[in-house]
């Protein structure tokens, strides 16, 4: 079907059933431009609480449709493609968790919310990275379980005088960044700033001039006087950053950095799982409570 078709098709079915459309910002962009709000982790979850839509069309990963779920219950909450997971949420299983808190006992447990919402459920609060060192700074206890990235974990206890215990996971797009790279793309790009995702490692986190999630990179760039800007996280952020500021030129910092699950969603998914009610994302209620408990918490925290 031809392009605006679909997106005729979209429009149409949306209003019908009372849709919104939720977006990440590494989604393609063609789900970018048919989406109601395109946004990062924190600002989506946002949404989803607040909204009065019947259904919420979530273009993203399964944590992320899922603490959709978990936020708006009575709400129907879709993922065009049920196979759109993600691998750092799947490197912890609540049992995992609930081990790692038993050799830690007294420390608080804050999940990222790359998680599932069982390891949501067995966490005290849920951080992103838009807000995970204000958070941890708004905990009472001084040592701190921080799941499942390890490379947030470092980021957050550089800007922290809590004590942080990573678990040892990590995102497999962030993950494969090198210095090398940022060397390199330096050298093509004399003039650029460098920004990364906190996801990226240490080391790369150490050679960039700021970390930043999403939600932060998009509010730099607009904001900065820089003109080129090499950008270290997913390679849907470039046309985002590039639809907000079209004047200024963006280079992504390596060619691996392409999340395979993020490129799941197509349109012809979309007016799929509008025309089918699929598929639906629904958390058993005693997980659900807990892991809303968690969520909420990190709401409440004031983030400037
Ligand atoms: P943001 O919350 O910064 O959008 O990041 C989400 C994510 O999954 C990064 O890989």
């Known amino acids: ?122 966490s005290d609060v849920c951080v992103t990275s838009a807000n995970a060192v204000e958070v941890i700074n708004s905990l009472q206890e001084e040592r701190v379980i921080f799941v499942p990235d390890c490379n947030l974990a470092d980021f957050v206890s550089k800007h922290t005088t809590k004590e942080i215990i990573p678990w040892q996971g990590y995102c497999i797009t962030h993950h494969r960044v090198y210095p090398e790279d940022i060397q390199k793309a330096r050298r093509l790009h004399p003039q650029a700033i460098v920004i990364v995702h906190p996801e990226c490692r240490p080391e790369v986190v150490a050679l960039a001039d700021y970390a930043l999630g999403t939600g932060g990179m998009i509010r730099f760039v607009r904001e900065t006087e820089h003109q080129e800007i090499i950008v270290g996280t997913e390679l849907g952020m470039i046309y985002r950053l590039r639809k907000e500021c079209p004047d200024k030129k963006f280079y992504l910092l390596s060619t691996g950095l392409v999340c395979p699950n993020m490129k799941y969603t197509t349109l012809e998914k979309v007016v799929w799982s509008l025309e089918n009610m699929e598929h639906k994302i629904a958390v058993a209620p005693e997980i659900a409570e807990k892991a809303a408990r968690a969520l909420q918490r990190m709401l409440d925290v004031p983030v400037h």
């Open 1 to 122: 079907m031809p392009l605006d078709a679909l997106q005729d098709k979209i429009a149409r079915l949306k209003k019908e059933c009372r849709a919104i459309i939720l977006a990440h910002n590494y989604q393609p962009e063609e789900i970018q431009d048919c989406a109601d709000y395109i946004g990062d982790s924190f600002e989506l979850s946002r949404i989803a609480a607040d909204s009065d839509a019947a259904v919420i069309v979530f273009c993203g990963v399964h944590f992320m449709a899922e603490s959709a779920a978990i936020l708006a219950p009575g709400k129907t909450v879709l993922l065009p493609e049920l196979a759109a997971g993600c691998p750092l949420a799947d490197m912890i299983s609540p049992e995992e968790l609930r081990e790692f808190k038993q050799k830690h006992p007294g420390a608080a447990v804050a999940a990222y919310i790359n998680s599932s919402a069982a390891v949501k459920a067995e």
